[in-house]
């Protein structure tokens, strides 16, 4: 049991890692990346979900 926690932490991780790296490469405000990258590192599940969900998408380029 104590296996799938490692590895479910690592999966957690290396999401983050891309949420945040990608995040970095945006062309937002500095206030804008700072913002989400806290909310990523304070709730790493809901902070990324949440940025899947609303960041890296801008509103303009909706279809």
Do not use: H
């Amino acid at each position: 049991m104590l296996e799938y926690a490692g590895l479910g932490g690592l999966i957690v991780l290396g999401l983050d890692l891309y949420a945040i790296i990608s995040i970095f490469g945006s062309n937002r405000s500095t206030g804008s990346k700072v913002l989400w990258t806290l909310l990523i590192l304070v709730l790493p599940i809901l902070g990324f979900i949440i940025w899947l969900l609303a960041g890296p998408r801008s509103v303009g380029s909706r279809v």
